[in-house]
T-cell receptor, first 111, second 111 residues
Framework: KAGVTQTPRYLIKTRGQQVTLSCSPI?????VSWYQQTPGQGLQFLFE???????NKGNFPGRFSGRQFSNSRSEMNVSTLELGDSALYLC??????????FGPGTRLTVL | GQQLNQSPQSMFIQEGEDVSMNCTSS?????WLWYKQDPGEGPVLLIA?????ELTSNGRLTAQFGITRKDSFLNISASIPSDVGIYFC???????????FGTGTSLTVIP
């Protein structure tokens, strides 16, 4: 089975721009979660989608949004980028509620 | 978001030595997961634990689900250079259905 894939792997944007990141979960997995990882804050939960519905949400501002499609692929959008949004964004998929498998991440740099 | 207390924060060991790290929480968890992350990559699942007291091995790695459900331990025996990386624990509580992550243990193996 192919693992979780994320595109793009690297992204450079400037302040004020917006960005969309994509995640394809493991085949058959219906749950997709997004995390932000920074050296200072560690892994921070953004949100989780299951069957196209947001099931859980972390404490991030409304500039961070996501969606999930009928094929379970998910996208995450960040609008009005700030310097502090520079991070590794990780997507994780779950087939059962008890295990998560991570993708390689998208490294976002905001200049 | 809430993070688990993981220790030690970093370890420098000689090749061939055994390694121990742990994760603790004030809350009870239903599942414990252990991941390894290489620089710039996503975390890779090493071991999953689903039952209090459970002891599970994966090659030279052994992990245990604490009997109180509030902690978990990971041991690596006979360390080798490719063990270098950051190890994370993750706990899942059915209430809220959200994973919480440890702050990570950075492992350096000196040949």
């Amino acid at each position: 089975k192919a693992g979780v894939t994320q595109t793009p792997r690297y992204l450079i944007k400037t302040r004020g721009q917006q960005v969309t990141l994509s995640c394809s979960p493991i085949s058959g997995h219906r749950s997709v979660s997004w995390y932000q990882q920074t050296p200072g804050q560690g892994l921070q939960f953004l949100f989780e989608y299951f069957s196209e519905t947001q099931r859980n949400k972390g404490n991030f501002p409304g500039r961070f949004s996501g969606r999930q499609f009928s094929n379970s692929r998910s996208e995450m959008n960040v609008s009005t980028l700030e310097l502090g949004d520079s991070a590794l964004y990780l997507c994780a998929s779950s087939g059962t509620r008890d295990t998560q498998y991570f993708g390689p991440g998208t490294r976002l740099t905001v200049l | 978001g809430q993070q688990l207390n993981q220790s030690p924060q970093s370890m420098f060991i000689q090749e061939g030595e055994d390694v121990s790290m742990n994760c603790t929480s004030s809350s009870i968890f239903n599942t414990w997961l252990w991941y390894k992350q290489d620089p710039g990559e996503g975390p890779v699942l090493l071991i999953a634990l689903y039952k209090a007291g459970e002891l599970t091995s994966n090659g030279r790695l052994t992990a245990q689900f604490g009997i109180t459900r509030k902690d978990s331990f990971l041991n690596i025996s006979a360390s080798i250079p490719s063990d270098v990386g950051i190890y994370f624990c993750a706990g899942l509580r059915y209430t809220g259905n959200q994973f919480y992550f440890g702050t990570g243990t950075s492992l350096t193996v000196i040949p």
